[in-house]
Nanobody, 124 residues
Framework: VQLQASGGGLVQAGGSLRLSCAAS????????MGWFRRAPGKEREFVGA????????YYTDSVKGRFTISRDNAKNTVYLQMSSLKPEDTALYYC??????????????????WGQGTLVTVSS
């Protein structure tokens, strides 16, 4: 399984970006997916997750109401729509596949495949 994240870039505070994560393989629709980020000089942070069907989502408090995770199982792709971006959202964003159909947890032990990351920079 390979995960390819894209869509990062430079955006002004208050702006929006949509990240995509395309997965290889035939079993994408069986697994939950998560998004993480790592800001410069900081530890990796769990952003949120979506269930295999897309019917359930979870967000960490710092992004709740601003970020939306969705997926298109026909395209083997999960998305992270980011709005009202803040400079503190600047980070390398990763997608990851869960070992199960869904967990709202950011415990890295629950994830088995990771993408390479896409950089989001929010200017003030």
């Amino acid at each position: 399984v390979q995960l390819q994240a894209s869509g990062g870039g430079l955006v002004q505070a208050g702006g929006s970006l949509r990240l995509s994560c395309a997965a290889s393989g035939r079993t994408f629709s069986v697994y939950g997916m998560g998004w993480f980020r790592r800001a410069p000089g900081k530890e990796r942070e769990f952003v949120g997750a979506i269930s295999a069907s897309g019917g359930a989502t979870y967000y960490t408090d710092s992004v709740k109401g601003r970020f939306t995770i969705s997926r298109d199982n026909a395209k083997n792709t999960v998305y992270l729509q980011m709005s009202s971006l803040k400079p503190e959202d600047t980070a390398l964003y990763y997608c990851a596949r869960q070992k199960t159909g869904y967990s709202g947890s950011g415990n890295v032990g629950l994830y088995d495949y990771w993408g390479q990351g896409t950089l989001v920079t929010v200017s003030s």
